[in-house]
């Protein structure tokens, strides 16, 4: 089946540094959703791609769809401790449920 | 507009009894999918629902089941419950069936003594 994975799984971050961090799928994906997760919270949806090689942009959060449609990214630059907790992706295939990934936790480190 | 509750938030089974939590969706909204989040495992996939009809499965043993009512409210059951049950069930809704966005409960955290 669908297989969505992660990397890094964790992920120390100094305030006010940037990072990435990649999701990669087993099968080509109709879209990929990105969630966020605070410490104690629930998941909270971030954005939707859909298109090979779509870019989007929140404020400093950087989103990006492979071209091949089975691997996104999600850059953080100039990292704030509000930026903790994991963070999801999710795939989607036409028809089917979303598989998520393991999720990158992210610690910063004022 | 209210968002997805889920209950109870907390509670404490033993091992070998059965648990129902509940899920109200988002207003509208008639998909009702559930997870389960342990440290270990991230979230996985256990159901989704549209129109009190299952639409997918995750691979959990039969144990776990679920069904939704004509008000598109969703309710899941873990019988026999076993110590690796313990986790966080979280309930999410969405207005598009399949890939929407979803939009999750609190979560309901069941711990097995």
């Known amino acids: 089946g669908q297989q969505v994975m992660q990397i890094p799984q964790y992920q120390h971050v100094q305030e006010g540094e940037d990072f990435t961090t990649y999701c990669n799928s087993s099968?080509?994906?109709?879209?990929i959703q990105w969630y966020k997760q605070r410490p104690g919270g629930h998941p909270v949806f971030l954005i939707q791609l859909v298109k090979s090689g779509e870019v989007k942009k929140q404020k400093r959060l950087t989103f990006q769809f492979g071209e091949a449609k089975k691997n996104s990214s999600l850059h953080i630059t100039a990292t704030q401790t509000t930026d903790v907790g994991t963070y999801f992706c999710?795939?989607?295939?036409?028809?089917?449920?979303?598989?998520f990934g393991g999720g990158t936790r992210v610690l910063v480190k004022p | 507009k209210a968002g997805v509750t889920q209950t109870p938030r907390y509670l404490i089974k033993t091992r070998g009894q059965q648990v129902t939590l509940s899920c109200s969706p988002i207003?509208?909204?008639?998909?009702v999918s559930w997870y389960q989040q342990t440290p270990g495992q991230g979230l996985q996939f256990l159901f989704e629902?549209?129109?009190?009809?299952?639409?997918n499965k995750g691979n959990f043993p039969g144990r776990f089941s679920g069904r939704q009512f004509s008000n598109s409210r969703s309710e899941m059951n873990v019988s026999t419950l076993e110590l690796g049950d313990s986790a966080l069930y979280l309930c999410?809704?969405?207005?598009?069936?399949?890939?929407?966005?979803?939009?999750f409960g609190e979560g309901s955290r069941l711990t097995v003594l």
């Open positions: 629902y549209f129109s009190e009809t299952q639409r």
């Open positions: 099968t080509t994906l109709s879209n």
């Open positions: 999410a809704s969405t207005s598009r069936v399949g890939t929407g966005e979803l939009f």
């Open positions: 999710a795939g989607g295939a036409a028809g089917n449920k979303l598989t």
């Open positions: 207003s509208g909204h008639r998909s």
